[in-house]
C-alpha cells in the first residue's frame, strides 16, 4: 500500500543548481500533478498531467518543468533554483470516481530549501 | 473561475468543545467540494467530500460539512474536539469535467487540554 511515493524527501540546493523530484504511484491512477505548498497560501498547481502522454501548465508554472514518463511516473525539474522556489512541494495522483469527483492522493512531500 | 477562502488561519477550541472551520466557495457551475486535512510532517488525506448526492456529508473521525448553495458555504464540524484532531485542515473546489482543483489558504486547528 504504498500510493503515491516522492524523493527526495529533504533538498538543499544553491541559487543556480538543477534538481529533479521524482514521484511514483502504484493506484493505475490515470491523472498526477504536482503542488507547492508556502506558509499562508495553501497549495497552489504547478502542473499537472491528466493522462500518460499529457501535460498542462497550473497557476504556478513558472521555473518549472515535468515530465510523465509512463502511467505510474510524473518527475518535476527546477532548472535553475531560486531562493523563490523554497517551499514544500507535493504530488499526488487521482481517478474521477463514479461521482464524477476528482479525488486526490497525496505523497507525504519534499522539502526544498534553495540558499 | 473558481476561488476558495478559509475563514481564521488559526482556531483554538478546548478539547470536547464544537469545532467550526469555515470555507466559501465561488464557482460557476455547481461545484465539487472538498475537505483535506494534513497531520504534522505529513500529506493531505481526504476528510469528506460533496457531490451534490446529498447535501451534509459525513467524512472520517466524526467531520461532517454541510453544502448551502445559497450561503455558497461548506463549512466543517465536528461536535466535540480530540487532541488527536490537531492539525491543518483545507477546504477544495473542483468543477465537473476538469482536473484541477483549487484549494484555500488553510486553517491550523489548535485543540486545548
Known amino acids: 500500500n504504498a500510493g503515491v511515493t516522492q524523493t527526495p524527501k529533504f533538498q538543499v540546493l544553491k541559487t543556480g543548481q538543477s534538481m529533479t523530484l521524482q514521484c511514483a504511484q502504484d493506484m493505475n491512477h490515470n491523472s498526477m500533478y504536482w503542488y507547492r505548498q508556502d506558509p499562508g497560501m495553501g497549495l497552489r498547481l504547478i502542473y499537472y498531467s491528466a493522462s500518460e502522454g499529457t501535460t498542462d501548465k497550473g497557476e504556478v508554472p513558472n521555473g518549472y518543468n515535468v515530465s510523465r514518463l509512463n502511467k505510474r511516473e510524473f518527475s518535476l525539474r527546477l532548472e535553475s533554483a531560486a531562493p523563490s522556489q523554497t517551499s514544500v512541494y507535493f504530488c499526488?495522483?487521482?481517478?474521477?470516481?463514479?461521482?464524477?469527483?476528482?479525488?486526490?492522493?497525496f505523497g507525504a512531500g519534499s522539502r526544498l530549501t534553495v540558499l | 473561475a473558481q476561488s476558495v477562502t478559509q475563514l481564521g488561519s488559526h482556531v483554538s477550541v478546548s478539547e470536547g468543545a464544537l469545532v467550526l472551520l469555515r470555507c466559501n466557495y465561488s464557482?460557476?457551475?455547481?461545484?465539487?467540494l472538498f475537505w483535506y486535512v494534513q497531520y504534522p510532517n505529513q500529506g493531505l488525506q481526504l476528510l469528506l467530500k460533496?457531490?451534490?448526492?446529498?447535501?451534509l456529508v459525513k467524512g472520517i473521525n466524526g467531520f461532517e460539512a454541510e453544502f448551502k448553495k445559497s450561503e455558497t458555504s461548506f463549512h466543517l464540524t465536528k461536535p466535540s474536539a480530540h487532541m488527536s484532531d490537531a492539525a491543518e485542515y483545507f477546504c477544495?473546489?473542483?468543477?465537473?469535467?476538469?482536473?484541477?482543483?483549487?484549494f484555500g489558504t488553510g486553517t491550523r486547528l489548535k485543540v486545548l487540554a
Open positions: 464557482s460557476s457551475v455547481p461545484p465539487y
Open positions: 477544495a473546489v473542483s468543477e465537473k469535467g476538469t482536473y484541477k482543483s483549487i
Open positions: 499526488a495522483s487521482s481517478e474521477v470516481g463514479n461521482s464524477g469527483a476528482n479525488v486526490l492522493t
Open positions: 460533496y457531490t451534490s448526492a446529498a447535501t
